[in-house]
């Protein structure tokens, strides 16, 4: 998981997410891989809690947190991905006037989740039926947030699912929100902001508010893996 990280083109993913808010990264994760980690929703041992989505009035369709200790293929992926974002995110809050930074190694940032009082893990499946959705939100969970996160979709659309597209929206200040539908293949992930980012604007650099949702699912059965960085209270 290590190489397969490091190999992936950080640059690009940098542009697009400076200029999109988000970036796709196509076949991340086989074929195989995606129906395992699908499979594992059906084993709740994995997990420390279940949330039906429509109790909570965040949408319909419901979602799991793993329990540490994490499998290890999403305990890898989740290293893995924290250091080049961490990167990325540090840039960032210096370009918005942020005092916060983040240490390269996700070791060193999780002791400062845990030593706040956040030490539930935050990685999650995701399983939609016809019908549902969820909506608008931000994955804060706590004072200590990274800013980016990942979701890797499980399932193929046309073929298990039809529907149910990951949507981004961010809110300019004195300006009508934009939306960005995210086109994802089974196994294709996708990093996007947890709050906000930057925008370059004719007068310098502003604050940009992020959402990130899924539409109505239309038919089928829909999985995806959520990677946040940060864990939670």
Same mark, same amino acid.
């Given at each position: +998981?290590?190489?397969?990280?490091a190999?992936?083109d950080w %640059?690009?993913i940098?542009?697009?997410?400076d200029?999109?808010?988000c970036?796709?990264?196509? *076949? ?10 699908a499979?594992?929703?059906?084993? =709740?041992?994995?997990f420390?809690?279940?949330?039906? +989505? ?9 979602? &799991?947190y793993?329990a540490y200790?994490? !499998?290890a293929?999403?305990a ?11 990167r ?8 918005m006037g942020? %005092?916060?930074?983040?240490p ?5 940032f ?6 706040a *009082?956040?030490?539930? !893990?935050? !990685?999650?499946l995701? #399983?939609y #039926?016809?019908?549902d959705?969820?909506c ?10 990274? =800013?980016? &996160?990942?979701?890797?979709?499980? $399932?193929a =659309?046309? @073929? %298990? ?5 990951f949507?981004? @929206?961010? #809110?300019r200040?004195? +300006?009508?929100s ?7 293949? #089974? *196994?294709? +992930?996708v990093?996007?902001?947890?709050h906000?980012r930057?925008?370059?604007? @004719?007068? *310098? ?6 959402r990130?949702?899924? $539409?109505?699912l239309r038919?089928?059965?829909r999985?995806?893996?959520g990677i946040i ?5």
């Open positions: +998981m290590a190489e397969r990280c190999a992936l %640059d690009g940098g542009a697009d997410l200029a999109w808010g970036a796709v990264v196509p *076949g991340f994760f086989s074929v195989e891989e995606c129906t395992r980690l499979a594992a929703y059906a084993k =709740p041992e994995l420390r809690s279940r949330v039906v +989505m429509e109790g909570h009035g965040f949408g319909k369709g419901e979602y &799991q793993f200790p994490l !499998p293929p999403i890898r992926l989740r290293a893995a991905l924290y250091a080049p974002l961490a990325i995110a540090n840039r960032w809050h210096d370009a942020l %005092d916060v930074r983040f390269l190694a996700h070791a060193d999780l002791t400062r989740c845990h030593a *009082g956040q030490l539930r !893990p935050t !990685p999650l995701l #399983q #039926q016809a019908g959705y969820n608008l939100h931000q994955d804060l969970y706590g004072e200590h947030v990274f =800013p980016l &996160q990942a979701a890797v979709l499980l $399932s =659309p046309g @073929t %298990d699912f039809a529907g149910g597209e949507v981004l @929206t961010e #809110q200040p004195r +300006m009508q934009r939306a960005e539908v995210v086109p994802l293949g #089974q *196994g294709g +992930m990093i996007f902001p947890v906000h930057p925008v370059n604007g @004719t007068r *310098g650099v502003y604050r940009v508010n992020m990130h949702g899924v $539409s109505r038919a089928g059965a999985h995806t893996l960085l940060h864990d939670g209270d």
